[in-house]
């Protein structure tokens, strides 16, 4: 392992190790505080986040730029401090840490033995919704992580979801795509961050205007078991409360090939995920390249 792979595992080490120790108000001091000594040092993430808010509020002056990107990194910190602390929040906590709308969506599509997949954007906090899922509801599911360097941080992210009782299965595992589906015949419920491909096979979408290439797995898996698609919006807002959405499912065209249903439901999907985010654009944390405009000049719309 190298020097840098063994000082970013000992600085998540540091996180879970003494952040979830701190009381609740110091920690959100903290988050604050890091966000914005990282925002007035306009690191290449920062300035990712500019870029990408650029698009999703078009016409909007330098100023308002600034302003969002120093909003979306607190935001960003946010979901840092929380991830950290939630192995030791209490189970009242979890419960009382999340407010979602429209849940009939998922509680009925898995009364009636469907499997249910969830699909979400990078927005506000994915694992404080899983967690709330498994605690409140008391409902178990499968997601899928993506492997990280160095492996040691990889295997720390994997604890720490199967410690809020996620089952969690490698991205890219060749196995992977067959066990989700299995769960979901089961009548089970999957959930997976959807809004950034990960692969060379993701599918191209209009995007905010342009286009960006996202995961066809939530399509696909809905096509071949029969399960429900949920795309799933999240935000926060001034309170400790963390808000939610779920969306009516997005249904399987009737007429088409394989490839033409993965193409029409990933665009709904896209379509769900941009409505959630120009809503609440600071809490969208991409803070990497996602336009194929940005990824590769040459792929992008002039």
């Keep these: 392992m190298s020097t840098q792979d063994r000082l970013t595992d000992a600085l998540y080490g540091l996180g879970w190790g003494t952040v979830k120790k701190l009381p609740e108000p110091a920690a959100v001091r903290l988050g604050r505080t890091i966000a914005d000594l990282a925002w007035k040092q306009r690191g290449k993430g920062v300035q990712r986040l500019e870029s990408n808010y650029a698009r999703v509020v078009p016409g909007a002056s330098p100023e308002r730029l600034a302003e969002l ?19 030791a929040w209490s189970k009242e906590r979890i419960e009382d840490g999340f407010n979602v709308k429209d849940l009939h969506h998922l509680t009925e599509g898995l009364a009636a033995g469907k499997g249910v997949v969830l699909a979400l954007p990078h927005l506000a906090n994915w694992d404080l919704a899983g967690a709330w899922v498994t605690t409140k ?34 991205h890219s595992g060749g196995t992977t795509f067959g066990t989700l589906a299995r769960r979901l015949r089961d009548g089970g419920l999957v959930c997976l961050v959807a809004d950034r491909d ?45 808000r939610g959405r779920i969306h009516p499912e997005v249904e399987v065209p009737e007429p088409g090939t394989r490839a033409e249903k993965t193409s029409a439901m990933t665009q709904a ?26 990824l590769d000049p040459e792929k992008g719309r002039p």
Excluded: C, N
């Design 69 to 87: 990107s120093r909003a979306g990194m607190r935001s960003y910190l946010r979901y840092w401090m929380e991830s950290f602390r939630l192995p």
């Design 137 to 170: 509801l008391g409902i178990p599911f499968t997601t899928v992580a993506e492997r990280l360097k160095p492996e040691t941080l990889y295997d720390r992210f994997v604890a720490y979801r199967e410690g809020l009782g996620m089952e969690v299965l490698p």
């Design 198 to 242: 990960l692969s060379a096979s993701g599918v191209e979408v209009d995007f905010f205007g342009d286009t960006a290439r996202m995961p066809a797995g939530p399509a696909l898996l809905a096509q071949q078991t029969g399960a429900l698609l949920l795309p799933v919006t999240l935000w926060y807002d001034d309170s400790p409360v963390m």
């Design 269 to 294: 999907l896209a379509d769900t995920f941009a409505t959630g985010i120009a809503d609440h654009p600071e809490d969208w944390h991409m803070l990497q390249r996602l336009w194929l405009a940005d």
